[in-house]
């Protein structure tokens, strides 16, 4: 296969239905994170006009594969799926389509095809929206094409408004790309410049998620409290002014939003914490270190005792408030103090939850060629530590919940049979049983009042009582 590069002006895809006859399966595997999620519940919805409906399989008539380029040997991975992949495609004959997209297409789209040649498309982050343009360039030509182009024009304005229902909580984009530049990050070269969409659409998408079930929307973003949109007035507005008109929809009772910077905590949003009582009491706020001579060689522009301040003032405007957080241990010239210094402050602040990770050097990143390389024994070292230590307070934090009530918002059905499960206000996964559960009383969407009776590392069992299932 030949390399074909399309740079066309972009228009508004026009979504051809095809009768039941014409219908063609599709797989996508995804990689990452939340938004990586959402993305490809929205490929499936520009391409379900064209015929496509969603298998389990990856002998599918299309095999999307949505990356994700954060971590190390993330393209190691993607080659390794596809050489898998080859084989199922040789052996039908060639009739298999195989896409990459996402932020490894991207970042590495020319390379994808010269190591992998029977790859037919390379989409980047900010282009699935063409998809049907560019599955009939591939067909037209029989050759692979690879657009990984940042338009001036947002993908979203390009999605069709009939997309994939997502259950009792739903994930909505509402910003993009950032801004930030972080000396070990790819997101800014990979996703592009931060982008806000507008409230109205914000909106909209809400209602229509609400309207198919959905009760807990995440707005979702790179950097999703720096979102500052054209509001309904026509004026510019904040994160708390929109998380107040989604409060607004009568339908939604839960509202959360991921991921958030230091540096983009305003004094509103905290605020929103305080009055808005459909935001949840539970936060993801990146501190990567808890060395300022670390976050400064990390470009981070927030220091320490900023972070500090940022949780003293929403504890203050929400006594139940609870953090979750993501540390990047071994970072170039991290010594033992630094480290040190990131204990100290996750035994201050104690997270109900957090990510942790050794350094993983991004080619192209200004960390990535820093001197004084940590090395990955030591690095490890620490890590075992700092996981210990976080794992022993995501383990107080849910035995503390234990004799609490509050409400639960239920997904489906637990493992076992009796056995209802749902989330707690802190995104804990919660598992009631008892009589009364099983004839569908409790079912998703559900929002009821639990007490708490056990906790487990990873989740709590709880019980509800009677009349509220009789109710």
């Not at 003032?313 to 609870?322: E, G």
């Not at 210094?341 to 990510?355: G, P, S």
């Not at 708490?452 to 509800?464: D, H, K, Q, R, Y």
Request: net charge neutral.
């Amino acid at each position: 296969m030949t390399e074909t590069t399309t740079r066309t002006a972009i228009t508004r895809p026009v979504f051809v239905r095809h009768d039941d006859a014409a219908l063609r399966t599709l797989h996508i595997v995804t990689w990452g994170c939340q938004m990586n999620a959402y993305d490809s519940l929205r490929m499936a919805d520009v391409l379900r006009p064209m015929g496509y409906r969603e298998v389990a399989t990856d002998d599918a008539d299309m095999v999307i594969f949505n990356t994700c380029h954060i971590r190390e040997r993330a393209a190691d991975k993607l080659f390794s799926a596809l050489g898998r992949l080859r084989a199922v495609k040789e052996a039908r004959g060639g009739r298999m389509m195989i896409a990459v997209a996402g932020c490894v297409a991207q970042a590495e789209g020319a390379e994808i095809l010269r190591r992998a040649p029977y790859v037919d498309l390379v989409v980047g982050s900010q282009a699935y929206h063409k998809l049907p343009e560019l599955i009939a360039a591939v067909e037209a030509k029989r050759a692979s094409v690879i657009d990984t182009a940042f338009p001036a024009e947002q993908k979203f304005d390009f999605l069709p408004e009939d997309q994939s229902g997502q259950g009792a909580i739903a994930n909505l984009a509402i910003q993009e790309g950032c801004d930030k530049f972080c000396t070990f990050c790819v997101v800014p070269y990979t996703r592009g410049a931060e982008q806000s969409r507008p409230a109205a659409a914000i909106i909209a998408e809400a209602k229509r998620l609400v309207a198919r079930g959905a009760r807990e929307i995440a707005l979702l973003g790179q950097n999703v409290n720096a979102w500052h949109g054209e509001g309904l007035d026509g004026r510019d507005w904040s994160l708390a002014r929109l998380l107040d008109a989604l409060a607004e929809i009568p339908e939604i009772g839960r509202l959360r939003y991921t991921t958030s910077h230091p540096r983009d905590m305003g004094d509103d949003l905290i605020a929103a914490h305080r009055r808005n009582a459909k935001l949840m009491p539970f936060l993801h706020l990146p501190v990567q270190s808890g060395s300022d001579a670390i976050l400064t060689a990390m470009n981070r522009r927030h220091t320490v005792a900023g972070f500090r301040r940022i949780i003293e003032a929403l504890r203050a405007a929400r006594p139940d408030m609870a953090f979750s957080s993501d540390f990047i241990i071994g970072f170039p010239g991290e010594t033992d103090a630094d480290f040190r210094a990131t204990m100290a402050l996750v035994r201050e602040v104690e997270f109900a939850l957090a990510y942790s990770f050794t350094y993983s050097r991004r080619p192209g990143t200004p960390a990535a060629d820093a001197a004084a390389q940590v090395a990955p024994a030591l690095a490890h070292e620490r890590l075992m530590e700092l996981q210990d230590l976080l794992r022993d307070q995501q383990h107080a934090f849910n035995r503390a919940q234990v004799g609490r009530r509050f409400e639960v918002l239920f997904t489906g059905a637990g493992r076992y049979p009796g056995q209802v499960a749902g989330r707690s206000p802190y995104l804990q996964p919660v598992v009631v049983a008892g009589t009364g559960l099983a004839d569908g009383a409790i079912g998703p969407g559900t929002m009821t009042e639990v007490t708490i009776t056990s906790a487990n590392p990873n989740s709590l069992m709880g019980t509800i009582n009677q009349e509220q299932i009789a109710a």
